[in-house]
């Protein structure tokens, strides 16, 4: 019964905002990192962010600093990643996936969910 349920993705125009969600059950996120990864074609997945369980400690990919801002909502065991000033470089499919700590590889994290696609319009 864990999942992880991405949603909010879609077509949006460089300089334009996005937000995105995942739903997280059968676990609580007391307990759990959740982070954001995305993957453009022929290209690896990359880490994006990732809030830390307890305190909720941000942490940020370099190339979205300043754009993106994730935050959860313990209540709702959801997590969201804000983008805005999205760039066409920002196209890719957006994963959230949930382990015991932050970190920036995929390695170590223990649930994923579908993705979800972000594509920027020309």
């Known amino acids: 019964q864990v999942q992880l349920v991405e949603s909010g993705g879609g077509l949006v125009q460089s300089g334009g905002s996005l937000r995105l969600s995942c739903a997280a059950s059968?676990?609580?996120?007391?307990?759990?990192?959740i982070g954001w990864f995305r993957q453009a074609p022929g290209k690896e997945r990359e880490g994006v962010s990732c809030i830390s369980s307890g305190a909720g400690n941000t942490y940020y990919a370099d190339s979205v600093k300043g754009r993106f801002t994730i935050s959860r909502d313990n209540a709702k065991n959801t997590i969201y990643l804000q983008m805005n000033s999205l760039k066409p470089e920002d196209t890719a499919v957006y994963y959230c996936a949930a382990g015991r700590k932050c970190r920036a590889g995929d390695i170590g994290y223990d649930y994923w969910g579908q993705g979800t696609q972000v594509t920027l319009s020309s």
């Open positions: 059968g676990f609580s996120l007391d307990d759990y990192a």
